[in-house]
């Protein structure tokens, strides 16, 4: 956007566009759950014995917040690959 060509900026600004991605997915989680929607990745949930209709009740046991802590740290690692 302001005429920067380097192959080292864009690859930091895609790794800082995904982990914006991700936590904007994740802040908005709630609000989708009252929508009756979830749109988180479901192997990450599966892989935990979450389900979405978890997810819609407002579950808070621990494996929900496994979910939402590997799904963080995925942008974590984004940030980390910036760094």
């Known amino acids: 956007i302001l005429g920067v060509r380097d192959i080292h900026a864009d690859h930091a600004a895609s790794h800082i566009g995904k982990a914006q991605g991700i936590v904007t997915c994740l802040r908005a989680t709630p609000y989708h759950s009252t929508k009756q ?11 935990h014995g979450v389900s979405q209709e978890d997810f819609i009740r ?8 496994d979910v939402i802590y590997d799904i963080a740290s995925q942008a974590h690692i984004h940030l980390d690959h910036v760094r």
Not at 37 to 47: A, E, G, N, S, W
Not at 58 to 65: S, Y
């Open 58 to 65: 407002g579950k808070q046991e621990k494996n929900v917040r």
């Open 37 to 47: 929607k979830v749109f988180l990745p479901m192997d990450i949930c599966m892989l």
